[in-house]
């Protein structure tokens, strides 16, 4: 994907594969084996497209979560600031 990058196809790279290979490990060390030592190049590259797609998700769902936390914090601040606002009101008209 770096490539990606420099040829500014896409600014930013989310998706990281190293927690996807880490929960595989043996089954990413198998995949591997089997290419240095049969050539089985097919289910090394099934192997990796099933870990971006699936960190892909990951990453999307992530993100949606985030916006949803954001939206919610603004909420909050929101409304604590036109709690502050009134009790400032509130004290002025009482001098």
């Not at 990951?58 to 709690?83: K, M, N, P």
Request: hydrophobic share 45%.
């Amino acid at each position: 994907m770096p490539w990606m990058m420099a040829d500014r196809l896409i600014e930013n790279f989310f998706v990281t594969l190293s927690a996807y290979f880490n929960h595989y490990r043996t089954e990413y060390f198998d995949r591997l084996f089997a290419v240095s030592q049969h050539g089985d190049w097919e289910s090394w590259i099934t192997f990796v497209l099933n870990a971006i797609a699936e960190q892909a998700i990951d990453a999307y769902q992530c993100g949606i979560e985030l916006v949803a936390l954001r939206a919610d914090y603004r909420g909050v601040f929101r409304t604590v600031q036109q709690s502050e606002m009134s009790l400032s009101t509130c004290s002025k008209s009482r001098i």
